[in-house]
């Protein structure tokens, strides 16, 4: 069975950190595309990384440039992300979700997602 898990959400408070994980199971991650999405209540879900697993090259929207970092352990078949410097409005339930090759930022690309963890930023 083909399958991501997330972990690694929590409460923290302003400016600190969390790393989430996003397991894959059934499949190996090679020529796969990783993208972390968040979503809130009401609101399209954001694309807020996303990592071409062959090639290495990272993305990152303006809001999160130089705070979240994208990394792997493919021996683990398992991609992080790691979220400093956390913001109120960093709040969200985050996923991860794959596609073949190619980063894109629209989540209707994916092919699988995750069930998604919650992360508050909150003091």
């Known amino acids: 069975q083909l399958q991501l898990v997330e972990s690694g959400g929590g409460l923290v408070q302003p400016g600190g950190s969390l790393r989430l994980s996003c397991a894959a199971s059934g499949f190996t991650l090679d020529n796969y595309a990783i993208g972390w999405f968040r979503q809130v209540p009401g609101k399209e879900r954001e694309r807020v990384g996303c990592i071409r697993i062959n090639h290495g090259s990272t993305y990152y929207p303006d809001s999160v440039k130089g705070r979240f970092t994208i990394s792997t352990e493919i021996a683990k078949n398992t991609v992080y992300l790691q979220m400093n410097s956390l913001k109120p409005e960093d709040t969200a339930v985050y996923y991860c979700?794959?596609?073949?090759?190619?980063?894109?930022?629209?989540?209707?690309?994916?092919?699988?997602w995750g069930q998604g963890t919650q992360v508050t930023v909150s003091s």
């Open positions: 979700a794959v596609r073949h090759t190619y980063c894109s930022t629209n989540a209707r690309d994916y092919e699988l």
